[in-house]
């Protein structure tokens, strides 16, 4: 969603003069955390030529967790200063004085387990923070996963200006991925994912709580929750191009009475600035759905389509260098993670990091290679496939085995892939305007030659080309002298990509910047590899800046680090304004 500078109340200003130096330093002795500042020597940049912004790293907390999940979503509350990450390696939320954006720091963690519910149940311990959204008054909403993720989850509340003591909890949907808050402030949007079990013996519908808040900062009650499912769409009623696949009945441990509900996994939400409509990405179904948060209704659902790729080329292989072509009779599924939204002359728009998902569990898994086709029962390629251009390239490309098959069922006449490896610009009602093509995978692979593709856990190259690149996973949108810019996190090789989508139809690229030191490789090193593993960011605007220049705040889950990024105004010969 689009983050704009907030109007401050008459609270939110009396707590930001109450959190004074003295206080926050009092906090931090009582609850110490460790900060470094774990900022690489020489972070790889690329920008446009004449580009408009920089980003330069200044600033990170590391938690000292690699490769555990350790920083994920990010939000910051300007009132206090104050910096929410979470920590799913940990099952919590870390708040961190962010007053010194080059130098943040734990103040403490906020509690969610223990916290009594306001049906009557209690979030155990085993239970696992999976994101945070804080309004201007400091309510804060966690949204919390059962330690039986089939289980339904809960949305904890906390007090922004607090020392961490929970104000009370909802119950809402399974596996409740991800939370924001409408700009109104007035409810909490849950994407409730709702993935099956392992072994598939239980897989639970997806849906959307919608949560009315208190006017005040304090816990809603569970009358407040309503949820959007999907029964709705059952059968006939599924829009073309959404996929459903690889259920209950796919793994053979049962016949669902509602299947496309409990195919349909919400796990990202943008809300439009009317506060009236949410939109909810369905990422392994390929499609969004539009919540109408009046009524906590699913309105409608639209395909995302797909990429294709005997027209926007892409690196299909891991074994072949860097070879960005075009291939015949393959597309790709966009399956984006995160979406944002915002309005340009009274129409909204959505952006979404098209960073592509799998169904890949013991009980059933859509994975196979172009390679596999024809053996261990698998039916084959059609032969008009195989006897396509470069179809022998193709032979490490991950793709799925739920699409593709011809009218008879008996060969594959189209290959189906995953992730768009960019990002794509849509109306509200599906139609896509732009997308950036191959611009990222160009753009990484003359940046960093001999990185290009590479994992995040480990330094190498072109190891990830058969599996989705550099996997666009998170993005937010901010204004920055009356232009709107896209902040997008590449999971995989990392950093931050920034695109200019001031104009919906002609996004921009302006620069990227990752603070990783590709010479360092392996486990044993990654404490010194920098960043690694984009998942969240946020946007902070100049007005509500510590240091009144805007930020980019990121979350990264391998290195378990959170990265504050000084957004960088620049003169058209590149000298940053002010010089």
Same mark, same amino acid.
């Given at each position: 969603?689009?983050?704009?500078?907030?109007?401050?109340?008459?609270?939110?200003?009396?707590?930001?003069a109450?959190?004074?130096? %003295?206080?926050?330093?009092?906090l931090?002795?009582?609850?110490?955390?460790?900060?470094?500042?774990?900022?690489?020597?020489?972070?790889?940049?690329?920008?446009?030529?004449?580009?408009a912004?920089?980003?330069?790293?200044?600033?990170?907390?590391?938690?000292?967790?690699?490769?555990?999940?350790?920083?994920?979503?990010?939000?910051?509350?300007?009132?206090g200063?104050?910096?929410?990450?979470?920590?799913?390696?940990?099952?919590?939320?870390?708040?961190?004085?962010?007053?010194?954006?080059?130098?943040p720091?734990?103040?403490?963690?906020?509690?969610t387990?223990?916290?009594?519910?306001?049906?009557?149940?209690?979030?155990?311990?085993?239970?696992?923070?999976?994101?945070?959204?804080?309004?201007?008054?400091?309510?804060?909403?966690?949204?919390?996963?059962?330690?039986?993720?089939?289980?339904?989850?809960?949305?904890?509340?906390?007090?922004?200006?607090?020392?961490?003591?929970?104000?009370?909890?909802?119950?809402?949907?399974?596996?409740?991925?991800?939370?924001?808050?409408?700009?109104?402030?007035?409810?909490?949007?849950?994407?409730?994912e709702?993935?099956?079990?392992?072994?598939?013996?239980?897989?639970?519908?997806?849906?959307?709580?919608?949560?009315?808040?208190?006017?005040?900062?304090?816990?809603?009650?569970?009358?407040?929750?309503?949820?959007?499912?999907?029964?709705?769409?059952?059968?006939?009623?599924?829009?073309?191009?959404?996929?459903? @696949?690889?259920?209950?009945?796919? %793994?053979?441990?049962?016949?669902?009475? @509602?299947?496309?509900?409990?195919?349909?996994?919400?796990? @990202?939400?943008?809300?439009?600035?009317?506060?009236?409509?949410?939109?909810?990405?369905?990422?392994?179904?390929?499609?969004?759905?539009?919540?109408?948060?009046?009524?906590?209704?699913?309105?409608?659902?639209?395909?995302?389509?797909?990429?294709?790729?005997?027209?926007?080329?892409?690196?299909?292989?891991?074994?072949?260098?860097?070879?960005?072509?075009?291939?015949?009779d393959?597309?790709?599924?966009?399956?984006?993670?995160?979406?944002?939204?915002?309005?340009?002359?009274?129409?909204?728009?959505?952006?979404?990091a098209?960073?592509?998902d799998?169904?890949?569990?013991?009980? @059933?898994?859509?994975?196979?290679?172009?390679?596999?086709?024809g053996?261990?029962?698998?039916? *084959?390629?059609?032969?008009?496939?195989?006897?396509?251009?470069?179809?022998?390239?193709?032979?490490?490309?991950?793709?799925?085995?739920?699409?593709g098959?011809?009218?008879?069922?008996?060969?594959?006449?189209?290959?189906?892939?995953?992730?768009?490896?960019?990002?794509?610009?849509?109306?509200?009602?599906?139609?896509?305007?732009?997308?950036?093509?191959d611009?990222?995978?160009?753009?990484?692979?003359?940046?960093?030659?001999?990185?290009?593709?590479?994992?995040?856990?480990?330094?190498?190259?072109?190891?990830?080309?058969?599996?989705?690149?550099?996997?666009?996973?998170?993005?937010?949108?901010?204004?920055?002298?009356?232009?709107?810019?896209?902040?997008?996190?590449?999971?995989?090789?990392g950093?931050?990509?920034?695109?200019?989508?001031?104009? *919906?139809?002609?996004?921009?690229?302006?620069?990227?910047?990752?603070?990783?030191?590709?010479?360092?490789?392996?486990?044993?090193?990654?404490?010194?590899?920098?960043?690694?593993?984009?998942?969240?960011? %946020?946007?902070?605007?100049?007005?509500?800046?510590?240091?009144?220049?805007?930020?980019?705040?990121?979350?990264?889950?391998?290195?378990?680090?959170?990265?504050?990024?000084?957004?960088?105004?620049?003169?058209?010969?590149?000298?940053?304004?002010?010089?």
């Open positions: 969603m689009t983050r704009t500078a907030p109007t401050r109340t008459p609270r939110a200003a009396a707590l930001a109450s959190l004074s130096a %003295a206080a926050v330093s009092a931090a002795v009582l609850t110490p955390g460790s900060a470094s500042a774990g900022l690489v020597d020489e972070p790889v940049t690329s920008s446009a030529p004449g580009a912004l920089s980003l330069a790293p200044l600033g990170t907390y590391e938690t000292g967790v690699l490769d555990e999940s350790a920083a994920e979503i990010v939000e910051h509350w300007a009132a200063q104050r910096l929410l990450v979470v920590n799913a390696a940990q099952a919590k939320v870390e708040v961190l004085d962010a007053s010194d954006p080059a130098a720091t734990k103040l403490f963690d906020l509690q387990t223990g916290v009594v519910s306001a049906d009557g149940s209690f979030v155990p311990d085993g239970a696992v923070a999976n994101s945070v959204a804080v309004r201007e008054d400091g309510l804060g909403v966690v949204a919390v996963e059962a330690p039986d993720k089939t289980d339904a989850g809960w949305l904890v509340f906390f007090d922004a200006a607090g020392s961490g003591g929970a104000l009370g909890a909802v119950r809402v949907g399974a596996l409740p991925d991800m939370v924001t808050l409408t700009p109104d402030g007035a409810r909490a949007v849950v994407a409730n709702g993935e099956p079990a392992e072994d598939y013996s239980v897989d639970p519908e997806g849906s959307v709580s919608v949560v009315d808040l208190p006017r005040v900062v304090r816990a809603a009650t569970q009358a407040a929750v309503r949820t959007a499912g999907f029964h709705a769409f059952e059968g006939a009623a599924l829009p073309a191009g959404i996929r459903v @696949y690889g259920g209950r009945a796919d %793994a053979g441990t049962g016949t669902p009475a @509602y299947p496309v509900s409990e195919n349909l996994e919400p796990e @990202y939400v943008t809300v439009d600035q009317t506060s009236r409509t949410a939109y909810v990405t369905l990422q392994e179904a390929n499609g969004v759905a539009v919540v109408d948060l009046r009524s906590a209704r699913v309105s409608d659902v639209w395909s995302l389509g797909t990429v294709d790729r005997s027209r926007v080329p892409f690196d299909a292989s891991d074994r072949d260098g860097i070879a960005i072509r075009t291939y015949a393959v597309r790709t599924f966009r399956q984006p993670d995160a979406i944002a939204s915002y309005r340009v002359r009274g129409t909204t728009y959505l952006v979404t098209d960073e592509g799998t169904r890949d569990w013991d009980g @059933y898994s859509e994975e196979i290679r172009v390679g596999d086709l053996r261990n029962g698998i039916e *084959p390629a059609c032969a008009a496939v195989k006897a396509g251009d470069g179809f022998a390239g193709l032979s490490r490309l991950k793709i799925t085995r739920a699409d098959l011809d009218p008879t069922g008996t060969c594959y006449e189209t290959l189906y892939g995953f992730g768009g490896r960019g990002i794509s610009v849509f109306t509200s009602d599906g139609r896509l305007v732009a997308d950036t093509g611009e990222i995978e160009r753009m990484t692979a003359a940046a960093v030659p001999g990185s290009f593709n590479s994992d995040h856990a480990t330094s190498s190259f072109d190891n990830r080309s058969d599996d989705k690149g550099p996997e666009p996973e998170g993005v937010t949108l901010g204004k920055v002298a009356g232009r709107t810019y896209a902040f997008v996190g590449l999971e995989r090789v950093g931050v990509v920034v695109y200019d989508v001031t104009e *919906p139809a002609r996004p921009r690229f302006v620069t990227w910047t990752d603070n990783r030191d590709f010479s360092v490789s392996g486990t044993t090193d990654l404490a010194r590899a920098g960043d690694l593993g984009p998942e969240g960011l %946020a946007f902070i605007a100049a007005d509500d800046s510590p240091n009144g220049d805007p930020l980019v705040a990121v979350g990264n889950e391998v290195s378990g680090t959170t990265t504050l990024f000084d957004v960088e105004r620049l003169r058209p010969h590149g000298h940053r304004v002010g010089e």
